[in-house]
């Protein structure tokens, strides 16, 4: 079976502190793909960042940065420097490589104090 | 380039009443994936439709039913509606609906049941 768990569901923080949301799935595919979404009170979610399974490098973009480990099956999102327009609900996500289905985990809401 | 759009944004039935959601997706994709997000059940695939057909559905009853036209756009349909269908009901296209593509997420259409 699939399972994506954010053990976080809330985290607190005052601005400027780094935060680092985690992720931990489970799954008996070989090939996957994990997501971050972000969704705003608006409620749109908004793509992050797509890693394949195959890819274990970490990436960076900007305040953002991601660590995928698959020897613990985790993909952790951290926020440098977090600003009060990081406030949203993150989300993780798990999707096989042959269909459109994310499996997605609870969330976490995160709120940057100023 | 046009996001994803759903129709209405806000809904507001009775119980035993049916309804039916709009999505049209961004122009060229032809995957449509609806999700069901509520606070206790987070969010659940409901199903994907590909090229006019369903290729992959969740785990919901049989009143939750969907389509796609020709032109990708698609509906999803509940039929005899119950106060737990209360939910905020997200579209999100890609392209063919492969793990490895990102899904973009309309802005949900808002359904509250009394």
């Known amino acids: 079976a699939q399972k994506v768990t954010q053990a976080q569901t809330e985290i607190s923080v005052v601005e400027k502190e780094d935060v680092t949301l985690d992720c931990v799935y489970e799954?008996?595919?070989?090939?996957?793909?994990l997501f971050w979404y972000k969704q705003p009170p608006s409620g749109e979610l908004v793509f992050l960042i797509r890693r394949n399974s195959f890819d274990e490098q970490n990436e960076i973009s900007g305040r953002y940065s991601w660590n995928f480990q698959k020897s613990t099956s985790s993909f952790n999102f951290t926020i440098t420097a977090s600003q009060v327009v990081d406030s949203a609900v993150y989300f993780c996500?798990?999707?096989?490589?042959?269909?459109?289905?994310?499996?997605f985990g609870q969330g976490t809401t995160l709120q940057v104090k100023p | 380039k046009a996001g994803v759009t759903q129709t209405p944004r806000y809904l507001i039935k009775t119980r035993g009443q049916q309804v039916t959601l709009s999505c049209s997706p961004i122009s060229g994709h032809r995957s449509v994936s609806w999700y069901q997000q509520t606070p206790g059940q987070g969010l659940q695939f409901l199903f994907e439709y590909f090229s006019e057909t369903q290729r992959n559905k969740g785990n919901f009853p049989g009143r939750f039913s969907g389509r796609q036209f020709s032109n990708s756009r698609s509906e999803m349909n509940v039929s005899t509606l119950e106060l737990g269908d209360s939910a905020l009901y997200l579209c999100?296209?890609?392209?063919?609906?492969?793990?490895?593509?990102?899904?973009?997420f309309g802005p949900g259409t808002r359904l509250t049941v009394t």
């Open positions: 999100a296209s890609s392209l063919s609906g492969t793990g490895w593509q990102e899904q973009y």
């Open positions: 799954t008996r595919d070989t090939t996957y793909y």
């Open positions: 996500a798990l999707g096989s490589s042959n269909t459109g289905k994310l499996i």
